[in-house]
């Protein structure tokens, strides 16, 4: 409930702030090694984020060897990405890696 003040001229003026209320989270384990596993790339369509998952790619498979790198997009960056592709994302990838590139 947001809280609210008047002021001498009889507006009423409404703090934004707000509360918010979440349910804490455990985050899931850290792989120890990129080696071996599935790596799946989410390209959310922004402008650059398909330039900055590029390079994030070939800088993991400098440093590590994938199974194997599966591509996926997502239709619009201002969407949230389907149920069936975040299961078919999850289905077939151990790790999966994404990014906003403004």
């Known amino acids: 409930m947001p809280t609210s003040s008047s002021l001498p001229s009889g507006q009423t003026v409404f703090d934004p702030r707000g509360t918010v209320t979440a349910t804490t989270l455990t985050l899931a384990p850290r792989l120890e090694t990129l080696q071996g596993v599935r790596l799946g790339v989410l390209d959310n369509s922004k402008w650059n984020a398909s330039k900055l998952l590029r390079r994030t790619v070939a800088l993991l498979e400098a440093d590590t060897t994938p199974t194997s ?26 790790v999966v890696v994404t990014a906003i590139g403004d």
Request: aromatic share 8%.
């Open 69 to 94: 790198i599966n591509h996926y997009t997502k239709d619009s960056f201002s969407r949230v990405a389907p149920a069936e592709l975040l299961d078919r994302i999850a289905a077939e990838n151990d």
